[in-house]
Structures are given as structure tokens and as C-alpha cells.
């Protein structure tokens, strides 16, 4: 059996646009990739770790636990062994207060990610496993309860999915741009509305299918 860990956020946990609910794991794009997988017969288990509010490497100043750094050589070794690791993240690092981050930073705090799964702690005789870094698609105008806290958004992430591009390739990573399949919600500029989840799972199946029989 394969398993895959995505380690990610809210865009992936599943929380519908301006509202606290939680889609059904067949309806996150997660379960939406398990199920097709599994359908077309790769014997897959997904393992989410998605937390509303994570970023790449940065604190958020009102909730613990939202750095993506803290824990994470953990997950890996108790997920292992992996065939797959799914990194989409960087939404958050531009919240209004990460005033200076942009594309390359957000890029930064990816590749830092990679390199602590990399050195995580396996046991002996476990491979690596793969990662793939997907570009979460590019805010809007941040509204309604995102209004303030994503300020600005849309402008300091400009060019994410390039600097995440360049960033895979010189670590030899797997790349996938969430943006060319998805676009996020006119409801708050931020999230994705649920037939865009399904989407995103849709896609994600022809970008992972190959990496788990390579």
C-alpha cells in the first residue's frame, strides 16, 4: 500500500468559504485523490495534516502551532514509510502580519520544509520519500471575514507559482500549480468553494498517479 502524507492548511483541511464547517474527508480534494486512486486500483492511503492557518516557517501572534517547521520531522517518522509527500502551503505567509513576505520567501519556507522531511529521523532502511510542492492558487482581493486579515494578499504573493517552480526544480522536487486547475472563492478571496475542491483532486490524481509508479 502506498501512503501519502499532505501536510498543509485550510485550503486542503476543507473549510467552506465565510463559514466554520468542514467538508466530508470524500469531499476534500485529499479524500477526492484517495477514492480516485484507489478506484483505479494504486491501493492508497492519504494521511491529512492540514491546519487551518499554518504557514511555511512563520508564528502566527495569536495561535500556537501554526509553523510549519514545529513538529513536522515528527509526522514524517510517524507516517513512514511514505511513498509520497505532498507540501501545499504559503497562503498564510501572507497574512497582514507578515507585511514583508513575498513570492521568494514564501518560496523559502518551502524549501526549508523540504529539507527538514529530508532529514527527518526514519528508521534504517526506509526511503525518502518524494515530495511534491503544490502552489496553492493565488488569493483575490481578500472580503468579507478574510478583509483584514489577508490584506494585501494578492499583491505580496504575485509570482508564487514561478518562485515555487524554480525553487522545486533546483531541489529536485515534484511541482504541480494548484492556480492553472482551481481559483479561489469570490465569497472571501482566500479559500476554495467545494466544487473547486473536487477540482483539485480531480487534477491531483494525473500529477501523483506517475510520481507512485515511477
Request: glycine share 8%; charged share 20%.
Amino acid at each position: 500500500m502506498h501512503q501519502i502524507l499532505v501536510y498543509a492548511d485550510s485550503l486542503s483541511w476543507g473549510i467552506l468559504p465565510e463559514t466554520r464547517v468542514r467538508l466530508p474527508f470524500d469531499q476534500r480534494w485529499p479524500g477526492v485523490l484517495e477514492n480516485r486512486l484507489n478506484a483505479v486500483g494504486e491501493n492508497v492511503r492519504v494521511v491529512e495534516d492540514c491546519l487551518n492557518g499554518r504557514r511555511t516557517v512563520w508564528d502566527d501572534p495569536f495561535k500556537a502551532g501554526r509553523n510549519g517547521l514545529e513538529g513536522l520531522a515528527q509526522r514524517i517518522e510517524v507516517n513512514s514509510p511514505l511513498s509520497l509527500v505532498i507540501l501545499m502551503l504559503g497562503t498564510n505567509d501572507f497574512q497582514f502580519c507578515h507585511p514583508h513576505n513575498n513570492a521568494w520567501s514564501a518560496a523559502q519556507g518551502v524549501a526549508r520544509l523540504v529539507d527538514v522531511i529530508r532529514k527527518a529521523p526514519i528508521e534504517p532502511g526506509m526511503k525518502v520519500a518524494p515530495i511534491l510542492i503544490v502552489c496553492p492558487p493565488p488569493p483575490r482581493t481578500a472580503c468579507g471575514t478574510m478583509a483584514q486579515k489577508f490584506d494585501g494578499a494578492e499583491q505580496r504573493s504575485a509570482g508564487l507559482a514561478e518562485a515555487y517552480m524554480q525553487m522545486a526544480s533546483e531541489l529536485g522536487c515534484h511541482f504541480f500549480d494548484a492556480g492553472t486547475v482551481v481559483s479561489v472563492s469570490k465569497l472571501d478571496g482566500v479559500h476554495l468553494d467545494a466544487d473547486q475542491v473536487v477540482k483539485l483532486g480531480d487534477a491531483m490524481v494525473e500529477v501523483v498517479r506517475p510520481i507512485l509508479r515511477a
